[in-house]
Structure formats: structure tokens, C-alpha cells
């Protein structure tokens, strides 16, 4: 069991898991909850189907950049009720959370665009 | 912009003030998601138990997750410390024996620490209290060139000088003089004597205090040649004599020999340049000098009595002040030369100004205390450092017991990193608390190091804000020092195997430890070793024949105080206080004399036929003495006879020189019947009588003085009203009695005052006295601490090694070989510190050497009896836990764990 935990927290990476590039989380958080408010379990799960599971983003560490997001004030978060009536936190894209997704989104197509054209090189 | 540092206060303020909440409310939060992510995977048909598994494994580990949680809302430093702090002191209560003993360890250290800084900061740092913009401020020095060419340095000077420099200077704003003195205070039965600084009133314009009451006297009141009777009293005085009273402005106080009227009282804890002692008032130095000595002494270069202070002018270079400085010193001594042609040529004189630091133990007439305070210092921060290698050792074999919860908790997802910061704040606290307990010993410590040190007991105030920095930042450097091995040692390891391993086998031994006990090893070796030097110095100075008696001699002096007698009158008060001095009972001898050790000696010139510039090449002082002179001090004749009875004043002079003026002045002759001319060439001869040992009266180490006696009687001038009385029995019970008898003879103000004669003796030993005493102290200390050191590690380690143990014994292995075996692992590590020790201590001798007196600080004996105790030591402390181990039943050794 323990073992487990620990062979979890080093990270041992599983076969055609892509690892996420540092700090492109945040843009997909951002980017999840554009669309609406959503519990951490549901922001986990659409990521997961979205990108069709080539992702791999350990669970654990969506809630710690949900935390971050809302301290600087991008994503807003209230706690609702889900499905059974069950308490859950629900987060949603501020104003501000709005512009910084714009600009983020901006940026990352700008860099994917560079880095394709450097690969199309011939 | 805003908004978000808005919204980030906002985030924050709420995290701190409702951290209970919000714990809960994360808590919520992530079991929401297991909850969620269980029931998926049961949706796709997974047991219960299996869709548990998945949905933690697919998490992570939630321990790890609301630390980074608690980080990203950013409040959790502020949290985690708070929680570290109450862990730490939750963990401290539950080992009383082990908190009392870390505390403890530390608290002496540190307290040690705190108490020297406290004396050095005095002697070598602090401005003197209220001292206006203390760069600027110099203690005037000459240099110059006496006898043979040897550079001299004084600091005395007369008021001539003073009034020169004055005059022919521009680079200073204004010169200072000054002298504490002990004088008479009070009057009738009440007379008392106390230090009494006699400045200008310039020397007040030199600190920017305000007094306590009335005010200070000024140039008007300090005019020359005769200044105003003014005093300003000082705090302490003030408070124990009038008891604080405000109406003590306009009273009249009787200093010396004339009446003063009290304008003011000093602010409290002011005591000028301050390295005399705490005064109890301040006259205007005019006035003191007037009355003294009349009207005529602003005007003579002979009286030279005061100390000087100078104040640099803003903008004008020390160098540039120095130049201008000796240029006008040159000048004055010109004009002395001019009156005073015996002085010689000036540039025979070397003349040279010297702007020195306030604090004269930084000067260039620094005395042995300020070296030997510094050095203690440095013992002070070595026993630091041992105590922080037995804490720190503490905290490495209670980590290791320890190992298996730190396992688990690293387990659970704590990081290495918040463990290690548990482990430093642990240190942390209890150097704080040890930091506290250090001030207390400080504390009480202090008093008896000013006393020795400062001579100002009265004003002692340890914690003061520069002494609690200090010792904030050796809580620091302790907590750091303790702390940081253990804090290491977590972040390595498996933890797998920790978990596996059975309580009394680590997987690991610590290499740390045995490193910390080489190292304590080495510095208590090293402290020894000083501590040694300085007994056996100690010994041979007390030891040291000064050619005369010390303990059972008292020192009695009249005070006349202003009162002049006649040549006759002083010759009847001096014979009826040898009289009646020699009536009181428990007084053995008693005789007159001129000089006393130590404190003030005569010197004149003398002539022999038949060897050439006498004066030139050797300095003799001279000392007066009655028939029993020889008998009161305990001072042997080698040859020859003492004077006594038959020697008076109209009989053929006579004298008794001391061994080595003998050898210098007739070398390989017998010095017998030799004729001495005393005072001027033409005078007639005096016949030596007699070979007396060599007595030391100025100094222990001076190769230059040599000494000569005559009969008090066949001196030109009056005898001085002081006697030696020699007494049986506890000289300090004769005191008073002889205080009393010989007050009865005093005529007018005038007083006696009696002291023993080691009292003046004393202050020329204390640094080597001081020097003993501390450094036996710490060195004792870190012995103590080295052997807890050196018992707890291998004690430790027998437990450690109790399966082990147990399996030799079991498969016939002798009691005496496993006792061998543990006593030599320790030795082994003791044996290294031994070495490195006394390799250390052998290359520093070097420094030690001008502190010593008569000692080779690369003594062999010292050197083989600390290695021999500390073998010893290591041998105990192996052995105790060795025996215990040997009596293990083999049986239950191999069962355990």
C-alpha cells in the first residue's frame, strides 16, 4: 500500500502518458472552466476525456493550482451542491481570469506555431 | 493590477484567520474528489475495495497534496511554523530529562558566551555612554625616547602642555583635561575616600548628556588659574549618600581639602572616558590644581599628573591631526627645554603626538587584561561549539530512535523538507530557551567578571542591547549548528528498508557522530592544555619571591588633607605613628618608609667612584626604612648586616643595595664597605652594609629597577607619616584597631587610612589570576561535556549493537574481549581528538607565550597530563555501558526485535 503512494509520488511515469509541460495547467484549467463553472473532479475528468487520455495529470496536483489560480484572483470558486445533493466546490473563470486565458492562449499558439516551424525545417 | 493584490490580502487574511475552516473545507474538497473518482471506477464494475484503490492511486498521495494546497494558498509557512513550534514543544515536555539537559548544555555555553562579550564589548568596542560622535574623539599619547634610546609612551602630561596645545593647534576643536583620582570626601567621622574625576569643562562638552539634576559647570567655572568649588555628583554617589534627594543642589561637600558646592548630579551610568571605575563626583580641574598646588602651576612643566582627550575638527584627517599635533608638542617641549636645560637636545627626544582610541585597552599602553579578556573570548566560544556537538549529537541519536516515525511520516507524503524544518525548529526552540537560561547565568557570572575586569561592579548592567544581540545571534548559530546534521541525515536513507529494519539495527550507522566526538575530542584537549598554562603560571607567580612578605603586611598612611606641618611636626606624627603602631597587639614589626610596591616609588640619583654615567645606564629607587625595616618586610640579608639601632643621625652613613645592584655596580667584587654618594656628587660617601634579596616594586617583569635601603634617619628630608606594620594572625582584624589608634595622632583634617598590603600588590597579578580562573572553568566545563559527549555515543552504541554483543558471547566470546572491544572504539576516537588536539594547542602556543608568566607554553607535562585525563575519561565512559552490555543474557539479546 505504501509502496504504492511512494512509487506514485516519484512520478514513475506509465507508457504513452505525455507528462505536462511546466505550467501549461494552469492555461488547461483556465481553459476548463471557461465554459462554466465545475467541481475539481469534473475539471480532472474533462481534461482527461478532452485530450483522449494522453495527458497525465496526476489528480492530486490539480487542486494545489486550483488553490493558486484563486489566490490570484483568474478563477472564483463557491461552494454548490453536485448530483445526491453532496457539497462540492464549483469554480469558475473571473474577469480577469478571462483576459489572462486570452493572453495565455495567445502566447501558447505563438509557441506552437514557432516550434512547428522549426520542426518543418528542411 | 489592484485587483489582484486585492483579492490576494483578501485570500490571505482569510487563510490566516480562518484556518480551521478552510482545513476542513479542503479536506471536503478532496474527499469529494476520491468519493467521485470511486465511484466511476465502480461504475465500471471494480469491487468496492479495488475502485478505492484506484481512485487513491490515480490521486497521489493526499497528505503531499494539501501541504501543495496549503502552499499555493500561501499562508502555510506562517501555519506550518506555528505548528512546528507547538510540536516541537509538545515533544520537549515529553522528555523532561532530555529538554533539562540540551538547555542546560546550551544555557552555559551561551551564557559564558554572552558574559565575556559583555566585558570585551567594554574594554574594546563600546564608545564610552554619551561620548558625542566618537570618531572624532582621540586619547592624547607622546612618544618619546628616554634612557639608552628606549621608546617611551606616556599619557600624563602637565597643564602647561595642555594650555600649549591649546594654543598652537588648529586642527582640533577642542582639547579635554582630566585625572580620576582617590580622595578624602565628607568630613569629621564621616570621612570616606572615592574616586573623584577632576576635569576641564571641556571634558563634559565631550559627551552629550544631560545631568540628572542641576546642571554641569562650564569654561567660566573652569577658568585659570583658579576655577570655581563646584561639584557635579555622580548617580550612584549621589543615590547611596543623599538618597536621591533633590534638595542636595546648594550643599556643601568637603573633597581634598577644600569645600565644594554641589550645581549637579551626573545622569545615570556616566562615567566619563571610563576605565577608572565609577566616579563619585566631578570637580573643575582648576580648582582641584589651584588648591593643591597655588597659583603657579599653569605656569611649570614639572607636574606632570593628567590624562589628556582631543577632538578632530570636522574634515581634518587623523594623519593631518597627528602632524599638527606632535608639531605642537615639539614647540612646548622647546620652551621646556628652554627652562629646563638638564632635558638635553630635542631631537634627542623624539618627539611624537599620538591620537589613540578612547578606550586605552585598544590604545597603544593596552594593558595584559584587554589580551587575556579577548582570548577568554575565544575559550567562551570553543566551549559553545563542544556543547553544540554533544546537542547536536543528542539530536542525531534521537533522530536516529526516531527513524522509523520519520519513515512513516515520509511515507504518508510528508516532504523531507518540512521534516528537516521540523527538526531545525526543534533546535531552534531550545537554543531560544537555552539562549534565555544563558542570559540568567550571564547574568549572575557578571558581577564577578566586572569586578575583575572593569572595576565597576556598581554600574553593572549585563543585558544591554548590544549583549542581547550577541546572544540572539549565538542562539542562531546554535540552533543552526545543532540542528543542521540531524536535519541532513533525514533527507537520506531508504525508507523502505528503515520501515523493514527491526528497532535496534539501522540500516545506516551514522558517520556524523563519531566526527562530533573527534572534534569535541580535539577542542577539550585544546582548552586543557590553556587552562594548565595558566595554573602552573599562575603558580609560579604566585609563587614568585618578590623579595619581600605580602600577605601578613598592612599598608597605614596619614592624609594630611590640606593640613601643612612643619618639618618637626611631620617628623613627631610619623615617629609617634611607628610607635604607636608597634603597641598594638598582633603587630609583630613595624617600620617608616618612602616607598610601597607597587603603588609609589622614590628614585634619585647616586654616584660611584670608579664607575662611570651610573644614572645613565641603570634606574635606582630608594626606600627609607626604621631599624626593623628589614624584619617587618620579610626581606632576607644575603651579606653582611641590616641597619638598625646603631645607625642614626649623626653616625657615618650607611646603606643596604639589593643583589643585583651589587652585581652591576661592582661585578666580581665584593660589594662591602663600598662608598655611594646619594643625590649629588659632592654629597659624602655612604658605606654599604649590607646585601639584601632583590625586591620587586614596580613590576615583576622589570629587568631595569634596582633598589637600595637607608636609615629613615639619615635621609635629608622629614620621614613620610606611612608605616609597614608586620601582624600574626588575620591581618584584616588589625585593621581597624590600627586605623583608630593611629586616627588619634592626626591633627586637623587630616586621616589615616590602613589597607593591606596585598591590595596594592593584587591588581599586577589579576590577569594571571583572571586568566587561570577562567580558563579552568570552561576547560573543566568542556571536559564535562566532552565525557557526556563521549558516554551518551557509546552508550548509544552498545545499545545498538546489543544483538551483536550477544551473539559474540553466545558463540564464546570472552567477557574481557567484548569489554575490549567497546572501551578501544572509544578510545580510538578519543585517541584522534587527543592528537589533532595537541597538534592544535602547539601550533597556537605561539600567541599564548606573552601571557605567560615564566611558563613554556609548550610545556611537556601539561601536554601529557591532558591527554593522560583525557583517556582516562574516555576509558570511564566506555567502560560504564561495556559492563552493562556484557551482563546481557545472550538469549534475549538474540530474540529481540
Known amino acids: 500500500m505504501i509502496g504504492l503512494f511512494l512509487s506514485k509520488r516519484k512520478g514513475n511515469a506509465v507508457t504513452d502518458h505525455l507528462d505536462l509541460p511546466q505550467g501549461t495547467l494552469d492555461l488547461l484549467i483556465l481553459k476548463a472552466v471557461s465554459l462554466g463553472p465545475l467541481h475539481g473532479w469534473a475539471i480532472s475528468e474533462r481534461l482527461h476525456d478532452v485530450t483522449r487520455a494522453t495527458l497525465q495529470i496526476p489528480q492530486g496536483s490539480l487542486y494545489p493550482a486550483l488553490h493558486r489560480l484563486e489566490r490570484r484572483g483568474w478563477i472564483r470558486a463557491e461552494w454548490g451542491s453536485s448530483d445526491n445533493n453532496r457539497k462540492a466546490k464549483f469554480y469558475e473563470l473571473t474577469s480577469s481570469g478571462k483576459k489572462q486565458l486570452a493572453s495565455e492562449a495567445k502566447a501558447w499558439a505563438r509557441l506552437t506555431n514557432a516550434v512547428g516551424l522549426v520542426l518543418d525545417m528542411s | 493590477m489592484l485587483n489582484r493584490l486585492f483579492s490576494e490580502i483578501r485570500f490571505r487574511l482569510r487563510a490566516l484567520f480562518h484556518r480551521g475552516k478552510l482545513e476542513q473545507e479542503l479536506d471536503t474538497e478532496l474527499s469529494f474528489h476520491l468519493q467521485k473518482e470511486t ?21 497521489g498521495a493526499v497528505q503531499g497534496t494539501k501541504d501543495d494546497a496549503r502552499d499555493a494558498r500561501g499562508i502555510s509557512l506562517l501555519d506550518s511554523v506555528v505548528q512546528d513550534v507547538r510540536y516541537a514543544l509538545r515533544g520537549l515536555r515529553k522528555r523532561p530529562a532530555f529538554t533539562l539537559g540540551v538547555v542546560l548544555t546550551l544555557g552555559l555555553g551561551i551564557g559564558a558566551n554572552a558574559a565575556m562579550f559583555g566585558i570585551v564589548d567594554r574594554l574594546l568596542f563600546r564608545p564610552p555612554l554619551g561620548l558625542k560622535d566618537p570618531e572624532t574623539a582621540h586619547r592624547v599619547f607622546q612618544h618619546r625616547l628616554v634612557e639608552d634610546r628606549r621608546p617611551r609612551i606616556d599619557r600624563n602630561f602637565n597643564f602647561r602642555r595642555y594650555l600649549d596645545l591649546q594654543r598652537n593647534t588648529r586642527s582640533f576643536e577642542s582639547f579635554a583635561a582630566f585625572q580620576t583620582r582617590t580622595l578624602a570626601l565628607g568630613e569629621g567621622t564621616d570621612t570616606h575616600e572615592a574616586k573623584v574625576t577632576v576635569a576641564s569643562a571641556s571634558y563634559l562638552q565631550f559627551f552629550e548628556v544631560r545631568p540628572a539634576l542641576g546642571r554641569f559647570y562650564g569654561p567660566a567655572e573652569d577658568s585659570v588659574p583658579a576655577g570655581a568649588p563646584v561639584v557635579v555628583l555622580g548617580y550612584d554617589y549621589w543615590k547611596s549618600r543623599y538618597g536621591g534627594r533633590s534638595d542636595v543642589i546648594g550643599r556643601q561637600l568637603r573633597i581634598d581639602r577644600s569645600t565644594f558646592t554641589v550645581i549637579g548630579v551626573a545622569p545615570k551610568g556616566f562615567v566619563g572616558a571610563g576605565d577608572q571605575g565609577v566616579p563619585a563626583a566631578f570637580i573643575p580641574i582648576t580648582a582641584y590644581a589651584h588648591a593643591v598646588r597655588g597659583p603657579r602651576y599653569p605656569t611649570v612643566y614639572t607636574w606632570t599628573w593628567m590624562e589628556m582627550l582631543a577632538r578632530r575638527k570636522p574634515g581634518i584627517t587623523q594623519a593631518a591631526a597627528e602632524q599638527d599635533l606632535t608639531n605642537a608638542l615639539l614647540g612646548s617641549w622647546r620652551e621646556t627645554i628652554a627652562e629646563q636645560p638638564n632635558w638635553g637636545k630635542l631631537e634627542d627626544l623624539g618627539i611624537r603626538g599620538e591620537l589613540g582610541p578612547m578606550h586605552l585597552a585598544r590604545g597603544p599602553l593596552a594593558g595584559q587584561d584587554s589580551k587575556v579578556a579577548t582570548w577568554v573570548l575565544g575559550v567562551a566560544a570553543i566551549v559553545l561549539l563542544i556543547a553544540c556537538a554533544n546537542v547536536a549529537n543528542l539530536f542525531l541519536s534521537r533522530a536516529f530512535a526516531r527513524r522509523r516515525e520519520f519513515a512513516m511520516r515520509l511515507a504518508l507524503g510528508v516532504t523531507r523538507g518540512r ?61 543552526l549548528l545543532t540542528g543542521i546534521v540531524p536535519a541532513v541525515q533525514t533527507g537520506r536513507g531508504n525508507v523502505n528498508l528503515t520501515l523493514k529494519g527491526g528497532a535496534n539495527e539501522g540500516p545506516h550507522r551514522s558517520r556524523a557522530r563519531p566526527l562530533l566526538l573527534v572534534f569535541q575530542a580535539t577542542l577539550s584537549v585544546v582548552l586543557l592544555i590553556g587552562a594548565g598554562l595558566f595554573v602552573r603560571s599562575l603558580s609560579h607567580v604566585r609563587n614568585y619571591r618578590l623579595g619581600y612578605d605580602v600577605a601578613p603586611i598592612l599598608y597605614a598612611s596619614a592624609n594630611p588633607r590640606g593640613y601643612r606641618p612643619t618639618e618637626a611636626e611631620q617628623q613627631t606624627i610619623a615617629e609617634s605613628m611607628l610607635e604607636t603602631a608597634k603597641r598594638i597587639p598582633g603587630v609583630q614589626y613595624a617600620t617608616l618608609t618612602i616607598s610601597v610596591p607597587f603603588w609609589s616609588n622614590e628614585g634619585t640619583g647616586i654616584w660611584v667612584p670608579g664607575v662611570d654615567s651610573v644614572n645613565q645606564k641603570w634606574n635606582f629607587l630608594f626606600n627609607t626604612g626604621s631599624p626593623d625595616y628589614f624584619k617587618t618586610m620579610g626581606t632576607r640579608i644575603l651579606r653582611g648586616r641590616a641597619f638598625d639601632e646603631r645607625d642614626r643621625a649623626g653616625t657615618g652613613l650607611v646603606l643596604v643595595v639589593g643583589e643585583r645592584m651589587a652585581q652591576v655596580l661592582w661585578p666580581g667584587q665584593d660589594a662591602l664597605g663600598k662608598c655611594v654618594k646619594i643625590g649629588a656628587e659632592n654629597e659624602p660617601c655612604a658605606q654599604v652594609i649590607g646585601i639584601a634579596e632583590e625586591m620587586h616594586l614596580r613590576s615583576l617583569t622589570s629587568e631595569r629597577d634596582y633598589s637600595y635601603y637607608i636609615p629613615v634617619v639619615q635621609h635629608t628630608a622629614p620621614p613620610d607619616p606611612q608605616v609597614f606594620v608586620r601582624v600574626s594572625g588575620d591581618p584584616e582584624r588589625a585593621i581597624e584597631p590600627l586605623r583608630r589608634e593611629l586616627q588619634r595622632l592626626m591633627p586637623g583634617p587630616a586621616y589615616v587610612n590602613v589597607v593591606p598590603l596585598s591590595q596594592l600588590v593584587d591588581p599586577s597579578l589579576r590577569s594571571w589570576k583572571f586568566g587561570s580562573t577562567m580558563f579552568v572553568a570552561f576547560g573543566g566545563l568542556a571536559l564535562l561535556l566532552a565525557a557526556i559527549g563521549l558516554y551518551s555515543m557509546i552508550a548509544y552504541d552498545v545499545t545498538q549493537r546489543t544483538r551483536e554483543l550477544g551473539l559474540r558471547i553466545a558463540l564464546g566470546s570472552s567477557v574481557s574481549r567484548v569489554l575490549r572491544l567497546i572501551v578501544s572504539s572509544g578510545l580510538r576516537l578519543v585517541g584522534a581528538g587527543v592528537v589533532l588536539g595537541v597538534l592544535l594547542a602547539l601550533w597556537g602556543a605561539k600567541w599564548m607565550e606573552g601571557l605567560m608568566f615564566q611558563q613554556e607554553p609548550r610545556d611537556p607535562l601539561i601536554y601529557g597530563v591532558v591527554a593522560g585525563i583525557l583517556l582516562l575519561v574516555a576509558v570511564v565512559a566506555a567502560v560504564v555501558p561495556a559492563l552493562r552490555a556484557t551482563r546481557i543474557d545472550p538469549n534475549s539479546a538474540l530474540r529481540l526485535d
Open chain 2, 39 to 59: 465511484e466511476k471506477h465502480m461504475a465500471n464494475g471494480a469491487s468496492p475495495d479495488e475502485a478505492n484503490r484506484r481512485a487513491r492511486a490515480a490521486f
Open chain 2, 419 to 479: 521534516l528537516a524544518r521540523q527538526l531545525l525548529t526543534e533546535s531552534l526552540v531550545l537554543a531560544l530557551i537555552g539562549g534565555a537560561a544563558g542570559l540568567v547565568i550571564a547574568q549572575w557570572g557578571a558581577a564577578a567578571l566586572r569586578a575583575a575586569f572593569l572595576d565597576d561592579a556598581a554600574s553593572a548592567v549585563i543585558v544591554d542591547p548590544r549583549t542581547l544581540l550577541f546572544t540572539a545571534l549565538a542562539v542562531l548559530v546554535t540552533a
